[in-house]
């Protein structure tokens, strides 16, 4: 593993409040910089300065250098390469993610926010061709930097790792990379937030969608063994895995922004990994048991997806920047940094949470202590519902509860840790206590 520093041409971190709204500006500059690169592609030059894979992550180091410099070393810049083949890099290729990390007074709790730097055009092995992936994914990595440079003017409980992979296009590489790292380091992930495909509104056949950002989230747990997946058979909370409780503590934080920060957008919770047969570089870290999800437009638009430039029949294909919506790419960039702010600020999530309450009217609740709570929410809710409905706040030294007339047939419960500022964890699912 090595840490590189490129000497490029920065945007330079604006003087703001503790939390300043994200600037569509800043964002289109971050775009156009991009896609001044002609071609991102995965096996694209990593020597030329001005064009390819290579400079492009340059670039993104040197912006995380520039918002680590503004705040007094806060952001590292770290690089993680390892060397992958397949069929779509027959030959090997060497993936490399450029981090910036930002460490918190808990290091090894960590929040992950990520977007992938390469692009394509029609033929996936094409590595010279322009493929200016402005959407595709040039709007995440500037989201990405964006957050950061917010997010660094505060300190926060855990480590936020600010993630821009590549070969996504390949096969998932560079979430891989990241996701086995965070394995081998011993990271508590609290969450992971991919952002992929997240700048337009207009959509394909000319359809406008800017009311809400779809956010996809596993309910089958692809971490799941047999046995695990037959004792959730019994137990329920296919809807309540860590990726789902992710995905609708997401929409629960869009819902109080005011305006000026991504108020008014709504979190469409797509209850599925990902779109329809396709994936992203959420997947990798679901694999692994980490709570993950991605954001999406609310209406993709196919023509400007892996395309060559060109005009057929009249109807012009390519990723350009011209189809972006950059005020709504800074109202998803906002609900971003506050759902990243809840998560780095509350502790971690109980480990484990059990039930016990067959044959009875009340259900005994239990769940493992977690270092730094200040108090636990117990959450309930009626099995015919998908949201909480009730809840009962109790203090750090609490491990357990009885749920009075609350029976476990016909119930639904699960626990989340708080901060003594009230900020809550993601809400962990309760189900059989083991037998004894």
């Given at each position: 593993?090595?840490?590189?520093?490129?000497?490029?041409?920065?945007?330079?971190?604006?003087?703001?409040g503790?939390r300043?709204?994200?600037?569509?500006?800043r964002?289109?500059?971050?775009?156009?910089?991009?896609?001044?690169?002609?071609t991102?592609?995965?096996?694209?030059?990593?020597?030329d300065?001005?064009?390819?894979?290579?400079?492009?992550?340059?670039?993104?180091?040197?912006?995380?250098?520039?918002?680590?410099?503004?705040?007094?070393?806060?952001?590292?810049v770290?690089?993680?390469?390892?060397?992958?083949t397949?069929?779509?890099a027959?030959?090997?290729?060497?993936?490399?993610?450029?981090?910036?990390?930002?460490?918190?007074?808990?290091?090894?709790?960590?929040?992950?926010?990520?977007?992938?730097?390469?692009?394509?055009?029609?033929?996936?092995?094409?590595?010279?061709?322009?493929?200016?992936?402005?959407?595709?994914?040039?709007?995440?990595?500037?989201?990405?930097?964006?957050?950061?440079?917010?997010?660094?003017?505060?300190?926060?409980d855990?480590?936020?790792?600010?993630?821009?992979?590549?070969?996504?296009?390949?096969?998932?590489?560079?979430?891989?990379?990241?996701?086995?790292?965070?394995?081998?380091?011993?990271?508590?992930?609290s969450?992971?937030?991919?952002?992929?495909?997240?700048?337009?509104?207009?959509?394909?056949?000319?359809?406008?969608?800017?009311?809400?950002?779809?956010v996809?989230?596993?309910?089958?747990?692809?971490?799941?063994?047999?046995?695990?997946?037959l004792?959730?058979?019994?137990?329920?909370?296919?809807?309540?895995?860590?990726?789902?409780?992710?995905?609708?503590?997401?929409?629960?934080?869009?819902?109080?922004?005011?305006?000026?920060?991504?108020?008014?957008?709504?979190?469409?919770?797509?209850?599925?990994?990902?779109?329809?047969?396709?994936?992203?570089?959420?997947?990798p870290?679901?694999?692994?048991?980490?709570?993950?999800?991605?954001?999406?437009?609310?209406?993709?638009?196919?023509?400007?997806?892996?395309?060559?430039?060109?005009?057929d029949?009249?109807?012009?294909?390519?990723?350009?920047?011209?189809?972006?919506?950059?005020?709504?790419?800074?109202?998803?960039?906002?609900?971003?940094?506050?759902a990243?702010?809840?998560?780095?600020?509350?502790?971690?999530?109980?480990?484990?949470?059990?039930?016990?309450?067959?044959?009875?009217?009340?259900?005994?609740?239990?769940?493992?202590?977690?270092?730094?709570?200040?108090?636990?929410?117990?959450?309930?809710?009626?099995n015919?519902?998908?949201?909480?409905?009730?809840?009962?706040?109790?203090p750090?030294?609490s491990?357990a509860?009885?749920?009075?007339?609350?029976?476990?047939?016909d119930?639904?419960?699960?626990?989340?840790?708080?901060?003594?500022?009230?900020?809550?964890?993601?809400?962990?699912?309760?189900?059989?206590?083991?037998?004894?």
């Amino acid at each position: 593993m090595r840490i590189f520093l490129a000497a490029l041409p920065l945007l330079l971190a604006v003087p703001a409040g503790a939390r300043d709204a994200p600037s569509p500006a800043r964002l289109k500059a971050s775009v156009g910089a991009l896609v001044g690169f002609g071609t991102r592609h995965t096996l694209s030059t990593v020597t030329d300065p001005k064009r390819g894979i290579g400079a492009a992550r340059d670039w993104a180091a040197a912006q995380f250098d520039a918002i680590g410099r503004a705040c007094r070393g806060c952001i590292a810049v770290e690089r993680i390469e390892r060397s992958f083949t397949g069929p779509r890099a027959p030959g090997g290729v060497i993936v490399q993610n450029v981090l910036g990390i930002q460490k918190g007074r808990n290091p090894g709790r960590v929040v992950i926010v990520g977007a992938h730097i390469d692009s394509r055009v029609t033929d996936v092995m094409d590595a010279t061709s322009d493929a200016p992936g402005a959407n595709d994914d040039a709007s995440g990595v500037a989201l990405v930097l964006e957050a950061a440079r917010i997010l660094s003017k505060q300190q926060f409980d855990a480590t936020i790792v600010y993630a821009v992979f590549s070969a996504e296009e390949q096969g998932l590489w560079g979430a891989t990379l990241l996701a086995d790292t965070a394995k081998a380091r011993g990271w508590t992930i609290s969450a992971m937030l991919n952002n992929d495909i997240v700048g337009n509104t207009l959509g394909q056949g000319g359809k406008r969608e800017a009311r809400w950002v779809r956010v996809f989230s596993e309910g089958i747990r692809a971490s799941e063994d047999g046995a695990a997946q037959l004792k959730r058979r019994g137990d329920g909370g296919e809807d309540d895995g860590p990726s789902r409780a992710l995905a609708k503590a997401i929409d629960g934080v869009a819902g109080t922004l005011p305006a000026r920060d991504g108020g008014g957008l709504d979190v469409f919770l797509d209850r599925r990994p990902d779109r329809f047969g396709r994936g992203g570089d959420h997947e990798p870290f679901l694999k692994l048991g980490y709570p993950a999800v991605r954001f999406s437009v609310a209406n993709e638009n196919w023509d400007a997806q892996h395309q060559d430039l060109r005009t057929d029949n009249g109807v012009v294909y390519g990723d350009t920047i011209d189809r972006m919506d950059f005020a709504y790419l800074a109202k998803v960039t906002a609900i971003n940094v506050a759902a990243i702010t809840r998560f780095a600020t509350a502790p971690a999530a109980p480990a484990e949470a059990s039930l016990v309450g067959d044959l009875s009217r009340d259900t005994q609740v239990s769940w493992s202590a977690v270092p730094g709570a200040a108090g636990y929410r117990i959450h309930w809710r009626r099995n015919d519902s998908a949201e909480w409905s009730a809840s009962r706040d109790l203090p750090g030294n609490s491990t357990a509860t009885t749920l009075v007339q609350v029976p476990v047939d016909d119930h639904f419960v699960g626990v989340s840790s708080l901060a003594a500022d009230g900020s809550e964890s993601l809400v962990t699912f309760a189900g059989r206590a083991p037998r004894r």
